[in-house]
């Protein structure tokens, strides 16, 4: 009877984990609708989404704009709306530009902020035709990581419940010098920035395989480790990024808030050394693994629970040049 008794609990115990286990697999992320956007925004009517073009992409911004909507974002900063409008000048010449940001604003802890960013600029039409194809559609650099971007504002959206502000930005002119990302960061004080979660080039499978995916600066602070501990339970792994020699921590929007002290980092699954579509007229909708996007935007959401609830505050980054 007692070996019985032991056996039942042993059991119990079993099926208490795997409760525990699915219960993070829960974020309902709709394949059908990471294709949507993710198809709308690489699609040859974007026309590459050059920012250097603000008549054509202020289509895919006006597009971002009415997603955010339908989550039930906040404007930003007292805005009226969800662009964020600013100038540059280029060989002399003023050029409008615009982000799209909007919020969820926090409860008991509204005044602290967590950002999930990506750019939704590209390359606009390239010179050189390749088969009478000029547009770089950039699917997934980066209408992949803005596909995840607006994903999770739905998710989060839907939730409600987060302790501190969630900031969800799509960054303009990544691609020519990340004037975005440098704009964004003199609205708000960094130092009330908790954590930023960018998201770079994620449609397609990672080196390290399915459920997988890799975090610039892994070791600049304690982000990722948090991330993973939040992930225990699942099938998913991020890990540190595998390019060092790429120098992938700058050359996204990440730097900029990380050279302010923020614990900014970019989540990718790129294998960048060998990526023959990387900026070319071939990186199209194609092209792009869903399945890969979906579970991504799903680990992202879970291990973000903790920061997002005010129960985790990741180190400060120091020394970035």
Known sequence: MRKIKILALAIGLLVLQSCAAQSKKA??????????????????DMMGRSALKPEEIKKSADFISQEFKRAGLFFFNGAESYMQNFETTRRGKTI???????????????????????????LGIVKKAVNQDSIANGADDDASGTTAVIELAKYFGKIGGNERTIIFVAFTAEEIGGFGSQYFSKQLNPDKVVAMFNIEMIGKESKFGKNNAFITGYERSDFGTILQKNLAGTAFKFYPDPYPAQNL???????????????????SSDQIDTDKLYHSVDDEFESMDIGNITEIIKAIAISSTSIIAGKDTPSRVTGVK
């Open 27 to 44: 974020p309902k992320i709709d394949s059908e609708e990471v294709s949507r956007v993710l198809k709308t925004l690489s699609a040859d």
């Open 96 to 122: 409008p530009m615009f982000n799209v940001v909007g919020i969820l604003p926090g409860k008991s802890l509204k005044d602290e902020y967590v950002v999930f960013s990506a750019h939704y600029d590209h």
């Open 249 to 267: 921590f700058y050359r996204s929007d990440n730097a900029t808030l990380a050279r302010l002290g923020v614990p900014a980092h970019t989540i």
